[in-house]
C-alpha cells in the first residue's frame, strides 16, 4: 500500500464574498504584473528601455492637448456603444450588432445631410437626421429583437449578421454619393455650409459627445438600477420562468430593451457623422461593436465602470499606434501589449472568486509517514 | 458503539472548516464491511461534506481516515477509488450524448490496464466493456442498456448508470448522496432492492438521507450527525423515528402535523371541466372538475407529471387552456372566470392568488438576486414615490420582516437566494407569498428536499393561512403528510380525477389505490 503521506501542494477554493476593497486591489495588483511582465517581454526583443516604450504610450493619449482631445472622442464613442449593449447583455440577449446599428444611425444621418442639404435650414437638418438616425438605430435592433420574441431565433448570429447588412448597405450608397465621382468616397459633407453639422461648444469640436456620452452612462446606471424597467429587465435575463410567473411580458421586455439600446447606438452614429466626422465611410464605427462587448464585460456591466474599462481600451490602442510610429516598432507589437494587459485583468477575476491554499507544514506528517 | 471488527472506513476526529462556517467538528465515524449505514441529519448538518473528504472532494483540515486500520490520505477522487471508495453524487455528471458504456469507461486508463507502453495509442475496448456492465447488471439486479445514450434516459436511469460507474471502476465502499430526492416512491423501492443485493454481495454502502422512513427500510445502522458534530450511531433496528428525530434535531420534537377543524367553509375557486394540452399537444388535464373551499386544505396526491403542476399553473393564468372553466368566488358571492383571463387581469381584478410553485429557485425566484429584489418581484409594479422607479424600502421591510419571522437563516439581506440552503430558499419563497394576504394558496411540493424543522415550519404556516380563511390547495408528494395535512384529498391520474376523498378518513391504500386507478399497468 502506498505509505507516502502527504497532503496536496495546494488547493483551489472558491471564495465567499470578499470586500470591495480587496478586490480593487487584485485587480490593481494584476495590472501592475502585466506591466512588469510587458516591461521583461519589450526589453528581451526590442532591447528598448521600457520606461521609454510606456513613456510612448503615454504620449499617444496624453501627449498634447489633440491627442487628449482625439483619446476623449474614441472614448465616448466607445463608452456610448458598451452602454447600448449593456441593457441587452443584463437581459442575456447577446447583441454583438452594436456596430450595425451604429451604421445604421451613420448612413440616416449621412443621407438627411447630403439630401436636404439645400432645402432647408441647418437647425433642422438637425432635427431631421437626429430622428431619423435613431429610428434607424432602433430599427436595427428591433428586427432581430422581434424575430427573438417571435420565433426565439439565435441573437447572436442574427446580430452578427445584421453588421454585415449595414456596413453593405453603407458601402452601396458611398457609391451613390461619391464626391468627386469616380473617387469611392464622400468626403466631407456641406463643407461649405455645414448645414446639419453640430455646433461646437466652447470651441471644442468633441465637447459635445463626450458630454452626450457621459450623460448616457449616468443614465444607463440609474435606468438598470434604479427603474422598473431595468428591475424586469434583469429578472428576465435571470430566469425567464420567473418573469413569466410573476407576469412580466417577455417578449414585451425584450424588444422594449433592444429598441432602447439601437436608439442609443443610433444616436452614437449621428454624433459620428454630425457632431465629429462630418463624413460616412463603412470603417467610421472602427470595430467598436464588439470592442464594446469587452467594455461591458470588463466592468461587469456597470456603466460606471465601463469609464475605466474602456479607457483602457482606448489607451491601449492610442498608445500602441504611438510606439509603432514614435519607435519604429511592428504596428502589432502594441497588440501583442494589449493583450498581455488584458490577459491579466482577466485573470485577476480568477483571484477574485477563488482562492489559493499553498500547503502549511505542521509536524504531524513526520508521525504518520 | 463496541466492535470488535476492524472497521473498512475509521474517520477521527475530522474537522473541515469553509472561511468562518465550520462544516464538520471532531467528527469521528466508522463503517463496516457488509453493512449499509445511513447518515442522517438535517440539511445544513454536515453530512455531504463529510463524505466528500472520504471521496477525496475535500481535503480535511484535522483529523485522519483510516481504512481497514491503515492511516491513508485521500487528496483525490482517484486516490478515493485507489481504496475502494466511490461516490455517486446527487448532481449527476454524466455526458449526454455518450452511451451508458462510453460514460462508464470514461476517465478509466485502459492503457495500463491492457499492459500497453504508450499511453492513449490502444484502441477504446466498449465491447469488452459492456460485456462487464452487463455483469454487474445481472449480479445486482440493475436494469442498464450499455448503449443507451444517456440524453434518453430518466433521471432514475441515470443515477444508476452513476451507480454501475462506481461499481465497475471496483468500488466496495459505495456513498450515496441523498439518492432517493429525484425518484419516486415506485424507482426507490427498486433502487433499495438493488442495494440490499449489493449488501447481499458484500460491499458497503453508505446513503446520506434527511428521510426518517427510508432510514428505517434499508439501513442496518444510522449514525446521526447535528450542526456538523457526530451525535451518535444507533442500530436501526433498536430504534424508532421519535428518538433518531430527537438526536437529529437536538430536541424533542412532534412528529404529528396538525390539522384544525375547518370553520366558515364557502365555495372559493370552483373549477368545470378544466382540459389542457401541453405545447406539444399532449392532453395534460382532462375533464377536471372540482371545488377548493374557504379554511380548508385540499390536498392533490398522484404520481408526478399527471398533470399536477399544469392544474396549478391553470389556476394562475399562466397556462393557456383548451376548455373548461375556473369559477372565482369573491366573499359577496360575485363570481368571475378566471380562464378567460391573464394573470395580470387577474392581479388587476384584486384577485390575491398566492402560488409557491414546485421549482423554486427556477421559477418563484431569482436565484442571484439577494432577498430584497426577490420580496420586490410581487410589489414592484406598484405605484412608487417617482413613477418608472422602483421602491425598494418596502420589500426591504417585507424581508427583515420575513427573516425574522420565519428564521430565514442567512448571512444579510444582500445575499443572493442562491447561497442559501433549501429549507431557507422556501421560507423565502412562502414568506412573500403569504405577504401578499391572499385569499387563495397553491403550493406544489411545498417540503421537498427539506428537513423536518424547516417542513414542519411549512405546515405550520399552512394551517395559520387555512385558520385565517384562505382556500389552500396543496400538492405533495408524501402521503402520509397529505393523509394528516388535507381536509379533502383529490387524486389525479393522467390527467383526470380519479376521486375526491376526506383526509380524515381516507386510508393510504385507498388514495394509492385511486393514484395507480385509469391505465393503472401503462402509468406503473
Avoid at chain 1, 435650414?121 to 435592433?141: C, D, E, N, T, Y
Wanted: aromatic residues 6%; neutral net charge; proline residues 3%.
Amino acid at each position: 500500500m502506498d505509505n507516502k503521506v502527504k497532503e496536496p501542494l495546494i488547493h483551489i477554493t472558491k471564495r465567499k464574498m470578499i470586500p470591495k476593497k480587496q478586490e480593487w486591489a487584485i485587480r490593481l495588483g494584476g495590472i501592475l504584473a502585466a506591466l512588469i511582465v510587458c516591461a521583461i517581454i519589450t526589453t528581451i526583443t526590442t532591447h528598448l528601455n521600457p520606461i521609454a516604450v510606456y513613456g510612448a504610450m503615454w504620449e499617444g493619449s496624453f501627449g498634447s492637448e489633440r491627442k487628449i482631445w482625439a483619446m476623449l472622442k474614441e472614448l465616448a464613442a466607445l463608452l456610448l456603444i458598451s452602454v447600448a449593449l449593456t441593457p441587452a447583455f443584463k437581459m442575456k440577449f447577446w447583441n454583438l450588432g452594436g456596430g450595425g446599428q451604429v451604421m445604421a444611425g451613420v448612413l440616416a444621418t449621412a443621407a438627411c445631410m447630403i439630401t436636404l442639404a439645400d432645402k432647408m435650414p441647418s437647425g433642422a437638418i438637425m432635427l431631421i437626421s437626429f430622428v431619423s438616425a435613431l429610428f434607424a438605430g432602433a430599427l436595427g435592433a428591433f428586427i432581430p429583437a422581434f424575430c427573438k420574441a417571435k420565433w426565439n431565433t439565435n441573437e447572436t448570429l442574427f446580430t452578427l449578421m445584421m453588421n454585415y447588412v449595414a456596413t453593405q448597405i453603407v458601402a452601396y450608397f458611398i457609391i451613390i454619393w461619391e464626391k468627386p465621382k469616380g473617387s469611392g468616397k464622400i468626403g466631407i459633407i456641406n463643407q461649405q455650409t455645414q448645414a446639419g453639422w453640430l455646433p461646437e461648444i466652447g470651441g471644442k469640436q468633441y465637447m459635445l459627445i463626450v458630454i452626450v456620452s457621459l450623460i448616457m452612462t449616468v443614465f444607463m446606471y440609474i435606468y438598470l438600477r434604479y427603474s422598473k424597467h431595468g428591475y424586469e429587465l434583469t429578472v428576465v435575463g435571470e430566469s425567464q420562468n420567473t418573469a413569466r410567473y410573476v407576469g412580466i411580458n417577455v417578449g414585451k421586455v425584450i424588444v422594449r430593451t433592444l429598441i432602447l439600446c439601437g436608439l442609443i447606438c443610433g444616436l452614437t452614429g449621428w454624433l459620428l457623422v454630425a457632431g465629429t466626422d462630418h463624413t460616412m465611410t463603412t470603417t467610421i464605427e472602427g470595430g467598436k461593436g464588439f470592442l464594446g462587448v469587452m467594455v461591458a464585460w470588463l466592468a461587469h456591466f456597470n456603466p460606471l465602470g465601463m469609464i475605466l474599462s474602456g479607457l483602457l481600451m482606448v489607451f491601449m490602442a492610442k498608445g500602441g499606434s504611438e510606439i509603432s510610429t514614435a519607435l519604429g516598432l511592428n504596428s502589432s507589437y502594441g497588440d501583442i501589449l494589449t493583450g498581455i494587459i488584458l490577459f491579466f485583468v482577466i485573470g485577476s477575476e480568477f483571484f477574485i472568486n477563488y482562492q489559493i491554499h499553498f500547503r502549511k507544514s505542521h509536524g504531524k506528517e513526520a508521525t504518520d509517514a | 458503539m463496541q466492535d470488535s471488527r476492524t472497521p473498512a472506513v475509521s474517520m477521527r476526529n475530522i474537522t473541515k472548516t469553509f472561511g468562518t462556517i465550520v462544516a464538520n467538528k471532531g467528527v469521528n465515524l466508522d463503517i463496516y464491511r457488509g453493512e449499509i449505514l445511513s447518515l442522517l441529519g438535517e440539511n445544513g448538518s454536515g453530512k455531504t461534506t463529510l463524505m466528500n473528504m472520504l471521496s477525496g472532494i475535500y481535503f480535511p483540515d484535522e483529523g485522519e481516515i483510516s481504512i481497514d486500520g491503515e492511516p491513508v490520505v485521500i487528496s483525490s477522487p482517484k486516490d478515493a477509488f485507489d481504496h475502494g471508495i466511490g461516490m455517486i453524487h446527487q448532481h449527476f455528471k454524466l455526458v449526454n450524448v455518450f452511451t451508458a458504456a462510453q460514460n462508464i469507461i470514461l476517465g478509466i486508463d485502459q492503457d495500463t490496464e491492457n499492459g500497453k507502453k504508450i499511453p492513449g495509442f490502444s484502441k477504446l475496448d466498449v465491447k469488452n466493456a459492456s460485456k462487464i456492465i452487463r455483469e454487474i447488471c445481472e449480479l445486482y439486479g440493475f436494469d442498464v442498456d450499455p448503449d443507451q445514450k444517456v440524453y434518453d434516459m430518466s433521471v432514475s436511469q441515470k443515477q444508476t448508470v452513476e451507480i454501475v460507474k462506481v461499481l465497475y471502476k471496483g468500488a466496495d465502499i459505495l456513498i450515496l448522496d441523498e439518492p432517493t430526492a429525484v425518484l419516486t416512491p415506485q424507482e426507490t423501492e427498486k433502487l433499495f432492492a438493488v442495494l440490499r443485493n449489493m449488501k447481499a454481495a458484500g460491499k458497503t454502502v453508505v446513503i446520506i438521507t434527511h428521510k426518517l422512513h427510508e432510514v428505517e427500510a434499508i439501513s442496518d445502522k444510522v449514525a446521526i450527525l447535528r450542526k456538523g458534530e457526530y451525535i451518535g450511531t444507533l442500530i436501526t433496528k433498536e430504534t424508532n423515528a421519535q428518538e433518531m428525530t430527537n438526536m437529529m434535531v437536538g430536541h424533542e420534537v412532534k412528529l404529528n402535523i396538525d390539522r384544525p377543524e375547518p370553520h366558515d367553509v364557502k365555495p372559493r375557486i370552483k373549477v368545470q371541466g378544466l382540459t389542457v394540452r401541453s405545447e406539444d399537444g399532449l392532453l395534460k388535464l382532462d375533464d377536471v372538475s372540482f371545488t377548493a373551499n374557504t379554511g380548508e386544505v385540499l390536498g392533490i396526491a398522484g404520481i408526478s407529471g399527471c398533470g399536477q403542476k399544469e392544474l396549478l399553473e391553470a389556476i394562475a393564468g399562466l397556462q393557456p387552456i383548451e376548455k373548461g372553466e375556473i369559477i372565482y368566488v369573491e366573499d359577496d358571492g360575485r363570481e368571475t372566470n378566471l380562464a378567460e383571463l391573464s394573470d395580470m387581469e387577474i392581479d388587476a381584478k384584486g384577485v390575491s392568488l398566492a402560488f409557491v410553485p414546485e421549482d423554486r429557485l427556477g421559477m418563484g425566484l431569482v436565484a442571484n438576486m439577494d432577498l430584497v429584489d426577490n420580496m420586490m418581484l410581487r410589489s414592484f409594479r406598484r405605484k412608487g414615490s417617482i413613477a418608472g422607479f422602483t421602491d425598494r424600502k418596502t420589500p426591504r421591510a417585507l424581508a427583515e420582516k420575513v427573516v425574522d419571522e420565519l428564521e430565514v437563516m442567512t448571512p444579510s439581506l444582500e445575499t443572493p437566494v442562491r447561497r442559501l440552503s433549501g429549507g431557507n430558499v422556501q421560507k423565502v419563497l412562502v414568506g412573500r407569498e403569504i405577504a401578499m394576504d391572499p385569499t387563495v394558496l397553491m403550493s406544489a411540493y411545498a417540503v421537498r428536499g427539506l428537513d423536518i424543522n424547516a417542513s414542519y415550519t411549512i405546515y405550520d404556516l399552512i394551517n395559520q393561512q387555512k385558520e385565517r380563511g384562505v382556500a389552500v390547495i396543496f400538492v405533495g408528494e408524501d402521503l402520509d403528510v397529505l393523509l394528516e395535512l388535507s381536509d379533502r384529498i383529490l387524486v389525479l391520474c393522467g390527467g383526470k380525477v380519479s376521486g375526491i376523498v376526506d383526509g380524515r378518513t381516507a386510508d393510504k391504500n385507498e388514495v394509492g389505490l385511486l393514484m395507480t386507478k385509469l391505465g393503472g399497468e401503462a402509468v406503473g
